[in-house]
């Protein structure tokens, strides 16, 4: 398995823009996992799901964000309208549906919006 | 609730010599803890992980860590560093809320710096 893909690598866009981010995550886990990372927050879970549906979504900061998962092998996060401080690296990592297994992490996202 | 503390934000140390990075947690559970590292530009790696087995517990690249329930403490050592060691590390707790999740809490990472 090639692991978790995730696209872009990095993204730049304008401020009041749309962005999509996207993520595979491995073959047969159940669980997906939407992590947010910055220098002054640290790493932040933003949203995960379980069996494609999304179980605890507290972390997510606004209504600008929203994730989706349509089936087992696809999921994107979503920014409508970006803002400059919404630049971060956005990681997506995916684990099996056994108590307190590791997580598998993408390359992440770099995302600047300016 | 769970939480995992790094009681050191940046460690320098210099090739050869041990390294020593902290962590305590917090927790209503019978805890599972992982380190994972992360180099510049990467994604977050596993290193090891603890689920109530061995308390010592080895990972990879020569690293281990050992759980010590009486001091709520999971402190990360390798014997000798080698520069290639020099990334960020993360302690990090499983939060089994509901019973049936691996929902990660992270620390905020320690910074380990290697001097030739």
């Known amino acids: 398995d090639a692991g978790v893909i995730q696209s872009p690598r990095h993204e730049v866009t304008e401020m009041g823009q749309e962005v999509t981010l996207r993520c595979k995550p491995i073959?047969?886990?159940?669980?997906l996992f939407w992590y947010r990372q910055t220098m002054m927050r640290g790493l932040e879970l933003l949203i995960y799901?379980?069996?494609?549906?999304?179980?605890?979504d507290s972390g997510m900061p606004e209504d600008r964000f929203s994730a989706k998962m349509p089936n087992a092998s696809f999921s994107t996060l979503k920014i409508q309208p970006s803002e400059p401080r919404d630049s971060a690296v956005y990681f997506c990592?995916?684990?099996?549906?056994?108590?307190?297994?590791?997580?598998?992490f993408g390359q992440g996202t770099r995302l600047t919006v300016v | 609730a769970q939480s995992v503390t790094q009681l050191d934000s940046h460690v320098s140390v210099s090739e050869g010599t041990p390294v020593l990075l902290r962590c305590n947690y917090s927790s209503s559970y019978s805890p599972s803890l992982f380190w994972y590292v992360q180099h510049p530009n990467k994604g977050l790696q596993l290193l090891l992980k603890y689920t109530s087995a061995a308390t010592l517990v080895k990972g990879i690249n020569g690293f281990e860590a050992e759980f010590k329930k009486s001091e709520t403490s999971f402190h990360l050592t390798k014997p000798s560093a080698h520069m290639s060691d020099a990334a960020e590390y993360f302690c990090?707790?499983?939060?089994?809320?509901?019973?049936?999740?691996?929902?990660?809490?992270f620390g905020t990472g320690t910074l380990l710096a290697v001097q030739p």
């Open positions: 990090v707790v499983s939060d089994p809320w509901g019973g049936a999740t691996n929902k990660l809490i």
């Open positions: 990592a995916s684990s099996l549906q056994v108590m307190n297994t590791e997580a598998f």
């Open positions: 073959s047969g886990h159940d669980y």
């Open positions: 799901f379980n069996n494609n549906v999304p179980i605890d």
